[in-house]
């Protein structure tokens, strides 16, 4: 029984690092487009859908392969945001 939950463990530790991945190419693409590398300034995608839609128009799609919406996009920030703060 021990041995199984290990396994569950590992295989639960690497889908949580895969999403945590994703997440992060994701925000740090959409920073790249919002934030000016110079100015540091905000520009762009203001809105949570204009950031889906300008990931959906790059076809940057959902991990599963969906479009992306204003709370996909909500919930992988607020990801982000907590693997910044060091969870």
């Not at 569950?8 to 889908?15: C, S």
Request: with cysteine.
């Amino acid at each position: 029984m021990i041995y199984f939950m290990k396994q569950t463990d590992k295989a639960n530790q690497k889908r949580v690092s895969k999403a945590d991945c994703f997440a992060l190419r994701m925000v740090e693409e959409l920073e790249s487009v919002i934030v000016h590398p110079v100015t540091r300034s905000l520009f762009g995608l203001e809105t949570l859908d204009d950031k889906a839609e300008y990931l959906n128009s790059k076809k940057l799609f959902r991990q599963r392969g969906g479009l992306w919406d204003r709370t996909g996009i909500r919930r992988i920030i607020l990801r982000v945001e907590k693997i910044r703060a060091g969870k």
